[in-house]
DNA sequence: AGCAAGGCTTAGATAATCTAAGTCTACAAA
DNA sequence: TTTGTAGACTTAGATTATCTAAGCCTTGCT
């Protein structure tokens, strides 16, 4: 098997540029500058020591290696947003599911999240547990808990409430523990 | 069409590391350390807003969902690859096809580039031929012309050989201007 | 107990990538 | 013919992403 892999990036430049046939086109469909995806069409073609692209100056036109690569790579990105977008339906704008143990209800406002309209855009669902195994099987993104779990393979994080003399603990997967809506979450229980 | 795409490093990382059910392995098939993997895969979970591995003190598990996303990933990278071989067959190791301009074959050393053992790994052949549409259908890959060719979209350089007033100008293909070989090959002519 | 394996985190270095600004050619309208 | 526009290109420098290296922790073996 080998690794000397074209990067994505260049990849996806190419792949758009193919459709378009145009630099610009590219460009903007990916949020970027023509010179960007000038130079990574330049560099994939020199990883693979071949042009994919004739420049003229009224235009691109694809090489006849340029049009055998397309659909290809085509199809495989095709197959890669369909497979995240099953596996992680909404990518990184969804909105956590949290449980609370029972026995911090009480510390926290009441009402809480919704009492914050911060927190909106973050918090889909909150549920009484203190079930790590939920996080673990996707069915619950965090827990908030009055103690530290130690040594799962979750993070934790410990959050100090303002009112309150002892701490409460975070728990994601730690792929989440950093992200926006965790970081939404915990600044504003530490108000 | 979305392009909130997890990186291809990530996704490498992933498929990689769900094989082994090991950081360490993966990272020794990717020739990286364990701790880009573990970083990868963590920036990949963030992004998708799941987890793709469960860490146990015993080694790594796959959790439903990534058990659900490998066998797409991995398909998806076999396209490539597949994509990949058949358009550019030895990536960026291989040998360059030269055209050699008829009126500057008495200028080079007599059996060039033959006489230079440096060029062997870089120069497959070369050919009397003077016609830059043979580079654009990737027939050769590089022409050593005695006149500019000015304006046509391809690369050029200008080299000039130690007991020679006029220079030659080095043609390619944009792609591969700058790549190992023609670095080569133009180092060597400049003596 | 002591050690190795294999996770994890972090800072700092390195490398990849992007932007911004300027060049050039072709084409079309004045 | 001249001028304006579009879209390619290059380059330097800034910004990001990624990697390594070093140290920590837990498990399981000897």
Same mark, same amino acid.
């Given at each position: 098997?080998?690794?000397r892999?074209?990067?994505?990036?260049g990849?996806?430049?190419?792949? *758009?540029?193919?459709?378009h046939?145009?630099?610009? *086109?590219?460009?903007s469909?990916?949020?970027?500058?023509?010179?960007?995806?000038?130079q990574?069409v330049?560099?994939?073609?020199?990883?693979?020591?071949?042009?994919?692209f004739?420049?003229?100056?009224?235009g691109l036109?694809?090489?006849?290696?340029g049009e055998?690569?397309?659909?290809?790579?085509?199809?495989?990105?095709?197959?890669?947003?369909?497979?995240?977008?099953r596996?992680?339906p909404?990518?990184n704008?969804r909105?956590?599911s949290?449980?609370?143990?029972?026995?911090?209800?009480?510390?926290?406002?009441?009402?809480?999240?919704r009492h914050?309209p911060?927190?909106?855009?973050y918090v889909r669902e909150t549920?009484?547990?203190?079930d790590?195994?939920?996080?673990?099987?996707?069915?619950?993104?965090?827990?908030?808990?009055?103690r530290?779990t130690?040594?799962?393979?979750?993070s934790?994080q410990?959050?100090?409430?303002q009112n309150?003399?002892?701490?409460l603990f975070?728990?994601?997967r730690p792929?989440?523990?950093?992200c926006r809506?965790s970081?939404?979450?915990?600044s504003e229980?530490e108000?």
């Amino acid at each position: 098997m080998t690794y000397r892999f074209p990067s994505l990036n260049g990849l996806k430049a190419f792949e *758009a540029a193919a459709r378009h046939l145009s630099f610009k *086109a590219a460009a903007s469909e990916l949020g970027v500058t023509a010179g960007a995806i000038s130079q990574q069409v330049k560099r994939l073609e020199e990883a693979l020591g071949i042009s994919l692209f004739r420049r003229l100056p009224q235009g691109l036109l694809l090489t006849k290696e340029g049009e055998a690569y397309l659909p290809e790579v085509s199809k495989a990105f095709d197959l890669l947003t369909d497979a995240t977008e099953r596996v992680a339906p909404a990518m990184n704008g969804r909105k956590l599911s949290i449980g609370i143990s029972q026995s911090i209800l009480d510390k926290l406002p009441k009402g809480w999240p919704r009492h914050s309209p911060d927190l909106d855009p973050y918090v889909r669902e909150t549920r009484v547990s203190d079930d790590v195994e939920l996080i673990w099987t996707n069915d619950l993104d965090a827990l908030l808990l009055d103690r530290s779990t130690r040594h799962n393979g979750l993070s934790e994080q410990e959050v100090c409430m303002q009112n309150c003399i002892e701490p409460l603990f975070f728990v994601t997967r730690p792929g989440l523990a950093n992200c926006r809506q965790s970081r939404a979450i915990i600044s504003e229980l530490e108000c």
